[in-house]
């Protein structure tokens, strides 16, 4: 589990993550659209920690982004959780070594993937207008601001986990089998 010091950190990273996305770079417009450094939180936790700890803190982050957004409020969180997870457990699978290279590739791929993932989400939930042409703009401009916060964004989640003992949910299940065996 956490020690207190971590979630003190893990929360003030969010928090802090959340006021420059909303005063600083929701001001940054290229082309119509923003980097997205919500998204770029649970996409390198996922590389840095796994798959639990991506889900994790893309719940937190989900839910810290889905406080300012005009979109319904969960959508941000279910999709986090979704790409923090699925990062997290595809980088572990595909690179194996900690390679600076691997870790901004697996960044940008994470915020391209979760950028047209939130919008599958958000088209078949009902919001009009997500799939249209302003999307590749979108996920581009997104994917762009992935390769420019991840060494950052790693450097910060290396200082607020550090103190990490051991994170996990509960116990894991033998591989192959039930637990009951």
Not at 10 to 29: A, E, R, Y
Not at 110 to 124: D, H, M
Not at 137 to 159: E, Q
């Amino acid at each position: 589990m956490f020690e207190d010091l971590t979630w003190l950190k893990v929360t003030g990273v969010i928090l802090v993550s959340m006021i420059v996305q909303d005063v600083l770079l929701n001001q940054i417009v290229i082309l119509g659209s923003h980097p997205d450094l919500m998204l770029v939180l649970p996409v390198t936790a996922g590389i840095l920690g796994g798959a639990e700890v991506g889900a994790f803190m893309g719940f937190f982050a989900g839910i810290a982004a889905d406080l300012v957004l005009p979109t319904p409020f969960g959508l941000s969180a279910l999709v986090f959780v979704v790409i923090g997870y699925a990062v997290g457990s595809f980088v572990a699978s595909a690179f194996g070594h900690d390679f600076y290279s691997a870790r901004v590739l697996g960044t940008t791929l994470g915020c391209l993937f979760g950028t047209l993932f939130q919008a599958i989400v958000a088209a078949f939930i009902g919001q009009p207008g997500i799939l249209n042409s302003q999307l590749i703009v979108t996920t581009a401009v997104v994917g762009l601001g992935g390769l420019v916060f991840a060494i950052p964004v790693f450097r910060t989640w290396s200082w607020a986990l550090s103190d990490m003992r051991r994170f996990s949910f509960g116990t894991r299940m033998p591989s192959g089998g039930s637990a009951l065996r």
